[in-house]
């Protein structure tokens, strides 16, 4: 007969059971993900997908503004926070690229840990690590259960999880938070309180990632709690509730303290316009709005500018520039559709989120996912059908809201499909009673699906990592442009938004900056334009103007990409400081891009307009000789076969100058001689071989000015890529002051 102090021991003894059989699990998930990240960081690595976290990692780091910053803007500030002070603790590790790459390994880890811990909890079955009948735990189906989540994981996240960005970090942690809670015990099945925080922390941790993205988690765990807990009534899960409704409005709460100040109010007002005008409306045409932008006082290429997003080319742009841009676009928008157009739209861009080409097997999935689950509906008589009619309508409003707006990018795609489908797995879980089914896959099936699974997780790392190697040129930009700018500390660097905007860089996970001071370039426009940052940095380096600095002081220079020619802010210099020239102070090599260095200010020449030209004669193709001096940085001279030694080009001025060098502009700068021989003369009988000082085989400059009225070019060495053809989209010769 049992007596009292035996029940205790077997409770104490169930207790203890339990508590091991969490503590291996979760030890044992911890170990799985571990080997799975180190070994992707071996044979991929990890890249930074979009720029926008390359400027919040330089914010929080102090590269910025030469000091940790937790206003990061898209990321709340309690985070931002965090990273500030682990930056100044520790300044030599990269903790922004820690924490994006962190959030895909907690997720894993919270889901490999649900997986063995709450295998068919819900239907009253332990779990693959609990002791049952004194048998041991089931150690082959759980390596064969861990298997099968990282050979679906592989196959439908491996690419998103490589190259990080904040939305779908942000996902990742949701749909963690999703999975966690789904398969973990109802209210009424004994759910502690630490199951509750790891919920509640996963969804704290997605909304201070992405706000956006929790918000759409938020409606896909209305769905599950309201499914898991109907059995037992909703009061159950009410400590869940309010749990994460405490900690996440005092994460918010905090967020919009640190936006408090006036200045920082302004900032994310125009921010909400800028963000208006780029991402949904679009910068109004010149020519069908020019009185309008006369009377803004914007001219049509500092419309141009904006259109580029270098915002801080032109300085009459401001906040309230944006401001009107908003009006005038929105009602441009609003009379160009009508509302059932833009629900058309809608519904158009909605449907193209389907699309395979794009997410690859993770839509299809979680379509078939819900088809299953409406199977599963069915076979129970129906049971459940409203419930599954209510969860896809909820998804179609969601993707018709975010389409409606005319702007849906394939980071909001990948997060609402990978909510949809671990909403719709851990529902198919719940509603499958596997007890009461004797039409399992057998031992050969099971054989079949994981071999077809490991051929699709191969296929999917095998392109993940072409990825990664094809974009090597991108993240190679933006390590050669940082190096090159910190070599030259003596200068400050402008950057077209434009030329940069492929450019997203590798992480580290350690920081190779200077530690106490910021990098000194910048782009001329983007999201943190105007912001106090932005303002801190420019007067750090005492620059009221970008295009007054570019065009005055002598140490201040513009990266600009190869294949970009940027006549707008060619034209704005000209127009309000006589500058024609920009001279080529050097070209970073990147790979496949090419970044012209160039000077604006500095030098005392003239630069000789086409007119000048009294004959351009090339010998090979010569009938298209003078578009390679017309006036027009678009059209251009082309040899029409690969370069070779012998190709020449005599520039013949309409008298003599004194020359100081000249420029041959590339559009794409392998579309260029490798070595080029230089003669000048005076009467076009008698030349002269000269040296000249080569910014890149692109700007020639003499060491002193040389009297001529001829240079004849010969290209002596081709370019080391075979098949580049010889090009000159304009010829530049600059002269001394006469």
Known sequence: MTGPADSVNLVDTGKIRRSVQAICGIGLAFLITAVYFLTVWKQIGFSYAINDDINMRDIASGAYTGTPDGHLIFVLYPMGFTLKHLYQLWPGIEWYGIMLVGCHVLAMWVMLAGILLYHDRWEGRPSYLQYRRGKKPSLRKVFLTAVAYLLLYTILWLPQAVRVQFSTCSASLGAAALFWYGTGPGG??????????????LAVLCLCVRIEVFCITGAFAVLLFLYKEKREGLFKGLRLVLLTGVLCGAVFAADRLAYGSQEWKDFLSYNQSRSNVYDFYEVPVYE????LYEEMGLSADTVQAIGEANMLA???????????????????????????ARLRRGLRLAGENFSPSIYGYLSGTAIFLWLVLLWLFIRRNGAGLLFWLGAVCLQGALWLALGYGGRLPERVGYCLHLCSFVTALTLCGMAWDIRRENNLPRVWDRILFFSIAVLLSWG???????????????????EVIEAYCLSHPDNFYFADVYSLSAHTGQVHFTSRRPVGRDVNYMRMGDWMAFSPLSEEKLALHGIDSVTESLATDDSVFLLVRDDNPMEYLRRICAGRFGLTAWHVEDVLNCGEFHIYVYRIAGKEETVLDYQSFEKIQFNVNPTEGLLAADGDSFTRWNSGEPQRAGMALDIVLDQVYPVTGFQLEQFFYEDHPRRLKIYTSEDGETFTERQAASAGQVEFTFPESVSCKNIRLILEEPEEEEGWNWSVYEILVFTENI
């Open 188 to 201: 009424t099945d004994g759910r502690r309180l630490w199951e509750d925080c790891v919920t509640a922390l």
């Open 288 to 291: 069908e709005n020019r009185a």
């Open 314 to 340: 032109d300085d009459s742009v401001g906040q309230e520039t944006f401001r009107q841009l908003d009006k005038l676009a929105g009602e441009g928008y609003r009379q160009q559709f009508s509302v059932t």
């Open 460 to 478: 999917s790392f095998d392109r993940t990592a072409e990825t990664a190697k094809n974009g090597r040129d991108a993240r190679r930009m933006a």
